[in-house]
């Protein structure tokens, strides 16, 4: 089982960027794949959102400065085949001091890796901070596909350029020659407006590939969820944002061919 690593990046804040990751995560798990959620924004909203509460000590800034190992920060959540590595307000710090380190751009990378290699997970996303900075840089070094999530307003399309051509840079600095634009996720949509629609077009139009079919409704039900420490699903399951984050968890699987773990072997008939 080979993990892909998915992070959920973009210079912008209040997009929707924890909401997806929270929920696609949740419904990936669902679908029976591991998957491992780290939270790399100092805010920790990730960690709050799926219920967990924070801890002094338990995020990534250790292991990013040669302190303990990623696999010790991994905990557990109330959901079946989900883990997460947490945030603390640490982490802010990492943002500086990684500036300071070697190969800074590869730390979380390096971090990662025997946890990728230890295939427990099929799915590992990270959440990123509203910042280009040094984590979020860190994660693009460090992901198969990067994930975007776009709000459905006026300009939505302008910041998508920034990170673009971020993407291009690691690239070009071979940082990550794998890493592509794995899908653009447009959020917050709203029906009763024309300009989500037009939105939404106008990404189609220049991404017609990346953009997913599957569009995230605006539900207050979504910006509920993450004070009661709850996934979509847990809060509210028939809610139309449950369902569309299900549908985008459907159109992830098939479109990076992620399959679900192989069924236990049946017990051989007598
Ligand atoms: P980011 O991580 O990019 O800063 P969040 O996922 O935290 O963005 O979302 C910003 C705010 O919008 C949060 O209060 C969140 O609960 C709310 N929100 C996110 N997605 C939706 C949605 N589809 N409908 C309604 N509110 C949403
Ligand atoms: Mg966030």
Do not use: I, T
């Given at each position: 089982m080979a993990t892909t690593v998915f992070t959920i990046a973009n210079q912008k804040g209040g997009v929707g960027k924890t909401t997806t990751a929270v929920n696609l995560a949740a419904a990936l798990a669902e679908k029976k794949l591991p998957t491992l959620l780290v939270d790399l924004d100092p805010q920790a909203n990730a960690t709050s959102s799926i219920g967990v509460e924070k801890t002094a000590g338990k995020s990534l800034y250790g292991p990013l400065h040669n302190e303990g190992t990623a696999a010790e920060m991994i905990t557990g959540t109330a959901y079946e085949n989900l883990s997460l590595i947490p945030a603390e307000e640490d982490l802010a710090a990492a943002e500086m001091e990684l500036a300071q380190s070697e190969n800074y751009l590869l730390r979380l990378r390096g971090v990662l890796e025997p946890v990728r290699a230890?295939?427990?997970?099929?799915v590992i996303i990270i959440d990123c901070p509203p910042a280009l900075g040094m984590l979020s840089m860190n994660s693009l070094a460090a992901a198969n596909h990067l994930l975007i999530a776009l709000q459905?307003?006026?300009?939505?399309?302008?910041g998508l350029g920034q990170i673009l051509r971020n993407v291009d840079r690691l690239k070009a600095a071979h940082i990550n020659d794998n890493l592509d634009l794995g899908g653009v996720v447009m959020t917050m949509f709203d029906m009763r407006t024309n300009l989500s629609r037009q939105v939404v077009d106008e990404v189609k139009k220049h991404l017609p590939d990346k953009i997913f079919k599957t569009v995230i409704p605006r539900t207050v039900r979504l910006s509920e969820a993450p004070s009661f420490g709850k996934t979509i699903f847990a809060y509210d399951n028939a809610n139309p944002g449950a369902t569309a984050y299900r549908q985008l968890a459907k159109e992830v699987i098939d479109r990076f061919n992620l399959k679900a773990a192989p069924a236990p072997a049946a017990a051989s008939a007598a």
């Open positions: 230890s295939d427990r997970y099929r459905c307003e006026y300009m939505a399309l302008e």
